[in-house]
C-alpha cells in the first residue's frame, strides 16, 4: 500500500485547508484510513479515522465539531477538511493505514498502522 498526503500550507487561525490522502494497492483488510499530526517536538497523535466499508468515524476531542473525515471509495482517497483552525493545529499530517483490519476500539494507536504517507505540513498563524 502506498499513500500519498498532499493539501497542507500556511493558513491564518479560523481558516481552512482541505487534505487528501490517495492510496494505491488497497485492500479492504487496510481498513481504516487514518490522519495523524506531529507538531515539532511533540509525538505523533491521532487525529481521525474513518472505515472504508461502513463509514464509522471517529475525531481527536480538539478537532470534534472542525474537523471532517471524508471518502471516495472509487477514488481510493480520504479527506481531511479542516475548519476553524487554530495555532495549536499546526503540525505535519500524515494519512495512514493498517496492514490489516483494525476493530473501533484499536484505531488510534500509532503503531498499529503499517502504511504511511509522506507527511504533508499544515501551519496556522494566530
Known amino acids: 500500500v502506498q499513500l500519498q498526503a498532499f493539501g497542507g500550507g500556511l493558513v491564518q487561525a479560523g481558516g481552512s485547508l482541505r487534505l487528501s490522502c490517495a492510496a494505491s494497492g488497497r485492500t479492504r483488510t487496510n481498513n481504516p484510513m487514518a490522519w495523524f499530526r506531529q507538531a515539532p517536538g511533540k509525538e505523533r497523535e491521532f487525529v481521525a479515522a474513518?472505515?472504508?466499508?461502513?463509514?464509522?468515524?471517529s475525531y481527536e476531542d480538539s478537532v470534534k465539531g472542525r474537523f471532517t473525515i471524508s471518502r471516495d471509495n472509487p477514488k481510493n482517497t480520504v479527506y481531511l477538511q479542516m475548519n476553524s483552525l487554530k495555532p495549536e493545529d499546526t503540525a505535519v499530517y500524515f494519512c495512514?493505514?493498517?496492514?490489516?483490519?483494525?476493530?473501533?476500539?484499536?484505531?488510534?494507536?500509532?503503531?498499529?498502522?503499517?502504511?504511511w504517507g509522506q507527511g504533508t505540513m499544515v501551519t496556522v498563524s494566530s
Open positions: 495512514a493505514a493498517p496492514r490489516s483490519r483494525l476493530i473501533r476500539s484499536n484505531w488510534y494507536g500509532v503503531h498499529v498502522y503499517h502504511f
Open positions: 474513518m472505515s472504508w466499508t461502513d463509514g464509522a468515524t
